[in-house]
């Protein structure tokens, strides 16, 4: 079955960085719109960042909160979504989720598979 797997996430100090990974299998990648979402305690997800099937310099989005600080790339021969964070501070604090999906702009209810999420902490 398909799976997709997260990882990175750990405590970091602000003003640091992380890379998270997040690795698919079972499915035919290159096809799919991957995103990153996350979510807060006690808050819904949202999302952080998104990269289509196609992947060109427009086809890229980010959330208003990120943007300038995090980039998103996929390596279609390794499978594999990554999010490159800078300059985090403690408001990124949360499980971080990969996802993908078949439509473009993505959004949280269209995706088609998701991972377990990845936390990441960061102590101020």
């Known amino acids: 079955q398909v799976r997709l797997v997260e990882s990175g996430g750990r405590l970091v100090e602000a003003g640091g960085s992380l890379r998270l990974s997040c690795v698919a299998s079972?499915?035919?990648?290159?096809?799919?719109?991957m995103g990153w979402f996350r979510q807060s305690s006690g808050l819904g997800r949202e999302f952080v960042a998104s990269v289509s099937w196609t992947w060109t310099g427009d086809n890229i989005h980010y959330s208003d909160d990120v943007k300038g600080r995090f980039t998103i790339s996929r390596d279609n021969d390794k499978n594999t979504v990554y999010l490159q964070m800078n300059s985090l501070t403690a408001s990124d604090t949360a499980v971080y989720y990969c996802?993908?999906?078949?439509?473009?702009?993505?959004?949280?209810?269209?995706?088609?598979?998701w991972g377990q999420g990845t936390l990441v902490t960061v102590s101020s």
């Open positions: 996802a993908a999906g078949k439509i473009w702009p993505v959004r949280s209810n269209g995706m088609d598979y």
């Open positions: 079972s499915l035919s990648f290159s096809k799919y719109a």
